[in-house]
């Protein structure tokens, strides 16, 4: 656009041009727009100077410059002085509001009546010099050139690959917009979702391409300050590149009294702020309702309900938390505890503890309890997963708001995620997935490879202290994806690997130094393993991605515990009805570079997901599965595979964003209706259930008053009967409603066995801990026999004991008798548990 805006557009946006000289109807190569209001003390000043610098720098043709003065309803001579100036001077116009309505008002108003080819904007006091202007057409000049380049490079492509392309061609539109590094504090404080990644979003001085200066301006609404985050917010998210570039500041301030901030222009731009993220803010608020909706239940009564299919995950995670609480009040190393796994304890780096949100949360344990820190990490991480998915597909994939929230709610809500919200945290609390696999791809598009490579290393290392599983497959999600993308469109994924390779570099030099230790301590310090023994196939059924879920609204409890490892396993199915969905997506939508790469990823998860072995359903039929060509390598060997396909959630919410952004545009309201129809038929049999709660063992007086104190010295440990392990760990919530005083023989988490340190679940087993379970369990006491009584002796003084505490239980009459007579004296009843002294001497 370079002809002059139309008077009625001008009067259309509130205000009137004023002055004498015949306006100029022709091509303009520069406006520059200075909102004002009550400036008369300096704005006379202020023509002048950009009067003497463009006549000097630009020409004193009519076409060469043009100045807007945008008056905001001032109330003293400021009109006046410009009307004056323009009086002499018809490159200068003043654009005139009769209200005092706000400084985006005055922008818009300029910007949409000014016809530069190219738009300047500054500030009535200029305390941006002008010579500035020179580093900032730099930018934008080189930007243009590299785009254009690009764009001449992709001829031949085909036309509609929707934002994906916009996002991925390293610049493949022309530059927008470059702006002075000069910004409004309150803007840079706040941040601006719609823009992450830059450290100021202000357009004090800035310059825009001209035609699209007005397109943005056009499609603005707010009046006030925070009409810098809205115009960037629409630049970026038509994929418009918009560089940053530093500049200086007016070292003596114009004449006159400098203009302070109103408290009321702080609180007027935070309002608008909130109202330019009113639909993110309302989507958080539909996947926080959601995420309540899930786990009610839980919140219902802390103190008295348990998650019904979470196994010991629960009390077991509750235990991480209270662990890293009393490790860090008390100064002790938080990658370790002796608190359970007498004597040899737990390395808590090598287990699930999910530090990254444990220790920030200790003042929450200590005010409100375990429980509270678990439900609320649970409900809150859902939460925060669906966001962060919903930000990622609106930003890289589509337009509609609520099509990418629908894509963020399955990527979150799908149901293996559901499943394993009963008891994983690292594999629900998964906000850092989407900002990682984010920075990945701007580092795909070689803009600001050092910045962009050093927020992955802290983002990635951050979700070490988060999920290390998840992270791996995550990270292996998106390797099929860039493979696939190579072989998609060979082209542009050989252009983004160098600026993606030389940012892995600078993220891995940022996440060495910060990981040595953790990772040396995991892998090599006190209790590190190997690996962990998952059984010979931990891989889905092929009948598991095509079933329902337990918790889904079409599931069948007992036929996804047949086809799962567990409960909190239930890591695939997806419905035939969502798959059959993808699958009809990708072919309709095919020819999308995106769609083809997310399609072959989808399903190679799901394959890899089936496990080394795989046997075909109703045959006898056993085939390798490509998963043989993982299960040894480094880190898998760990993995249970079947996870793999929870990549495939992300995958199908991606599918789904995509599909409604082109249904609700679909102008035939049959085809629009049949669409819609069709979402429904896919999503309505996964809709997630509550998660199903009990009654929570009660834990015993015995323990809860105290008495133990009398029975167990320090440094020695509580015996429970049986002892835990990852059947039955009610004794970890006793030890975390004790305040960890006391320590635990036997235990429930990931630890090694064996000369080889081969990883298991729970405490190395011994003679003594074996025979109180089975007999716990069904089994008749055998014979005690002078070896029995020298073998229980030996066990307990490996575990350090103090005393053995049989509570109240089925089958405790047998246990009583058996203790009793390996021990060579009866136990005292101690309110409501059977305590035996064993320690130093009572044995």
Not at 358 to 368: D, E
Request: glycine share 10%; charged share 20%.
């Amino acid at each position: 656009m370079t002809g002059r805006a139309a008077p009625d557009a001008t009067a259309g946006a509130g205000a009137t041009g004023s002055g004498a000289a015949p306006a100029w109807l022709g091509a303009v190569g520069l406006s520059v727009v200075i909102p004002v209001h009550d400036d008369g003390h300096r704005i006379g000043v202020t023509l002048d100077a950009v009067r003497e610098y463009f006549d000097s720098r630009l020409g004193t043709g009519p076409g060469d410059w043009e100045l807007l003065v945008v008056d905001d309803g001032s109330a003293d001579e400021t009109a006046a002085v410009v009307e004056a100036a323009a009086a002499e001077e018809p490159r200068i116009r003043l654009v005139r509001s009769e209200h005092h309505r706000g400084r985006g008002a005055a922008l818009r108003a300029g910007v949409l009546a000014c016809a530069g080819e190219r738009v300047l904007l500054t500030d009535a006091g200029l305390s941006t010099p002008l010579a500035e202007l020179d580093r900032l057409e730099g930018a934008l000049g080189q930007e243009s050139r590299e785009s254009r380049e690009n764009q001449e490079g992709q001829e031949g492509q085909e036309s509609q690959e929707g934002r994906e392309g916009r996002e991925s061609r390293n610049g493949g539109e022309p530059a927008a917009a470059a702006l002075g590094r000069t910004g409004n504090r309150l803007v840079r404080a706040l941040g601006i979702p719609g823009i992450p990644g830059f450290r100021t979003d202000t357009c004090g001085f800035a310059l825009f391409d001209g035609g699209r200066a007005r397109a943005a301006f056009a499609a603005s609404v707010l009046d006030g300050p925070a009409i810098d985050a809205e115009v960037l917010r629409w630049v970026r998210r038509q994929g418009w590149p918009v560089a940053e570039v530093p500049v200086r500041r007016t070292a003596q301030p114009a004449p006159g009294p400098r203009p302070r901030r109103a408290p009321g222009d702080r609180r007027r731009a935070l309002a608008e702020l909130l109202r330019l993220n009113a639909g993110g803010l309302a989507v958080a608020a539909v996947f926080l309702v959601l995420s309540g909706y899930v786990f009610h239940g839980l919140w219902a009564d802390l103190d008295g309900r348990y998650l019904k299919d979470a196994l010991q995950d629960q009390n077991q995670w509750e235990w991480f938390v209270g662990v890293a609480t009393d490790n860090i009040t008390h100064l002790r190393n938080p990658l370790f505890t002796t608190a359970q796994g007498m004597p040899d304890g737990v390395n808590l780096m090598a287990n699930a503890t999910m530090l990254g949100l444990t220790v920030p949360l200790i003042p929450v344990t200590l005010l409100f309890g375990e429980t509270v820190t678990f439900a609320l990490v649970l409900t809150l991480g859902m939460a925060a997963g669906a966001w962060t998915w919903y930000w990622l597909i609106r930003r890289r994939f589509v337009h509609s708001r609520w099509a990418a929230a629908a894509g963020g709610a399955l990527a979150a809500f799908a149901p293996p995620m559901v499943s394993h919200a009963n008891g994983h945290p690292n594999f629900v609390v998964l906000f850092m997935i989407p900002l990682i696999i984010d920075r990945a791809l701007r580092l795909c598009e070689g803009r600001s490879v050092v910045r962009d490579g050093v927020l992955l290393g802290l983002f990635a290392t951050y979700q070490i202290f988060l999920g290390e599983e998840p992270l791996l497959i995550a990270a292996l999600g998106m390797l099929v994806f860039s493979l696939a993308y190579l072989l998609v469109d060979r082209r542009r994924a050989l252009e983004a690997a160098r600026p993606l390779g030389l940012g892995l570099v600078i993220a891995a030099g940022v996440c060495v130094p910060l990981l040595a230790f953790p990772l040396y301590w995991q892998f090599f310090g006190p209790q590190s393993y190997h690996s962990v023994l998952h059984g010979d196939n931990a891989g889905n059924s092929p009948r598991a991605l095509v079933e329902y879920a337990a918790r889904s609204l079409f599931g069948d409890a007992e036929t996804a515990g047949r086809l799962s490892l567990n409960t909190t396993e239930q890591n695939a199915f997806y419905g035939w009805p969502l798959l059959a969905f993808g699958v009809a997506v990708s072919v309709w939508m095919w020819r999308r570079t995106v769609v083809r790469a997310l399609a072959i990823t989808g399903a190679v998860a799901l394959l890899l997901s089936l496990g080394p072995w795989v046997p075909v359903p109703r045959t006898g039929v056993v085939l390798p599965g490509p998963w043989r060509l993982m299960v040894k390598l480094p880190l898998f060997e760990s993995v249970i595979e079947g996870r793999v396909a929870m990549v495939c959630a992300p995958v199908l919410g991606v599918l789904l964003a995509l599909a409604l952004d082109r249904i609700v545009r679909v102008r035939t309201r049959e085809l629009r209706t049949l669409g819609l129809l069709g979402v429904a038929a896919a999503l309505i049999p996964v809709l997630p259930l509550p998660l199903a709660v009990r009654e929570r063992a009660p834990v015993p007086a015995f323990i809860t008053s105290g008495a133990w104190k009398d029975y167990v010295k320090d440094g020695e440990a509580l015996v429970p009967v049986p002892l835990p392990d990852p059947g039955q760990a009610d004794a970890l919530h006793w030890q975390v409603e004790a305040d960890f005083g006391f320590r635990l023989a036997g235990g429930y988490f990931n630890g090694p066995w064996g000369p080889d340190r081969i990883g298991i679940y729970g405490a190395t087993p011994r003679h003594l801990s074996n025979l109180l379970r089975d007999v716990r369990y069904g089994a008749q006491p055998p014979e005690i026999t002078p070896q029995w009584r020298e073998q229980a002796r030996l066990d307990l003084e490996f575990w350090k004991a103090g005393a053995v505490v049989l509570p109240f239980q089925d089958r405790d009459a047998e246990l009583r008798g058996m203790i009793s007579e390996l021990l060579g004296r009866q136990p005292e009843k101690v309110q409501d548990v059977w305590v035996w002294r064993v320690g130093p001497g009572q044995v």
